[in-house]
T-cell receptor, first 110, second 111 residues
Framework: GQQVMQIPQYQHVQEGEDFTTYCNSSTTLSNIQWYKQRPGGHPVFLIQLVKSGEVKKQKRLTFQFGEAKKNSSLHITATQTTDVGTYFCAGTGGYQKVTFGIGTKLQVIP | EAQVTQNPRYLITVTGKKLTVTCSQNMNHEYMSWYRQDPGLGLRQIYYSMNVEVTDKGDVPEGYKVSRKEKRNFPLILESPSPNQTSLYFC???FGTGELFFGEGSRLTVL
């Protein structure tokens, strides 16, 4: 079945450093979404990528969708303490099945 | 206010006692789904529904049932809960394959 691998599982960074999390799907995706879950909260939608090679930016966050539509990344420039949380990718494959990555838990050290 | 509402938010129960976690959305979304979240395992899909009377298994459907009799509601039923179903459960909804809106979560403990 469809699998979405996400790495790393944990990341500690000093405030001001950059952070990147990567997702890789076993199958071609129709789209990929990214979510952020603050500690004790629920996942909140960040963005959706649909096109091959697509790059989108939201302030300090840059999202990429690979040319083959099987991988994606989220890069945060100059992390802040407000970036703390777990970041999930979610890929939509056949039969509109959505599969989440395991998530990357980001800790930012002030 | 657009929202997905789950109840109960917290529940402690005993093995074998049937329970239902309700989920309701007020956004007229066709797609609804249930996930469980466990440490180190991320969000795993239990069941999903593309529309009324259409449901399908996700990755971990064993021990769960769902129904979609109305567009707004998608209850999750545990006919005979077991301790390995102790988890944090999320309901979510969306228009098609768009942005998923999540409920606040239901923390279930089965003793």
């Amino acid at each position: 079945g469809q699998q979405v691998m996400q790495i790393p599982q944990y990341q500690h960074v000093q405030e001001g450093e950059d952070f990147t999390t990567y997702c890789n799907s076993s199958t071609t995706l129709s789209n990929i979404q990214w979510y952020k879950q603050r500690p004790g909260g629920h996942p909140v939608f960040l963005i959706q990528l649909v096109k091959s090679g697509e790059v989108k930016k939201q302030k300090r966050l840059t999202f990429q969708f690979g040319e083959a539509k099987k991988n994606s990344s989220l890069h945060i420039t100059a992390t802040q303490t407000t970036d703390v949380g777990t970041y999930f990718c979610a890929g939509t494959g056949g039969y509109q099945k959505v599969t989440f990555g395991i998530g990357t838990k980001l800790q930012v050290i002030p | 206010e657009a929202q997905v509402t789950q109840n109960p938010r917290y529940l402690i129960t005993v093995t074998g006692k049937k329970l239902t976690v309700t989920c309701s959305q007020n956004m007229n979304h066709e797609y609804m789904s249930w996930y469980r979240q466990d440490p180190g395992l991320g969000l795993r899909q239990i069941y999903y529904s593309m529309n009324v009377e259409v449901t399908d298994k996700g990755d971990v459907p064993e021990g769960y049932k769902v129904s979609r009799k109305e567009k707004r509601n998608f209850p999750l039923i545990l006919e005979s809960p077991s301790p390995n179903q102790t988890s944090l459960y999320f309901c979510a909804s969306s228009f098609g394959t768009g942005e998923l809106f999540f409920g606040e979560g239901s923390r279930l403990t089965v003793l």
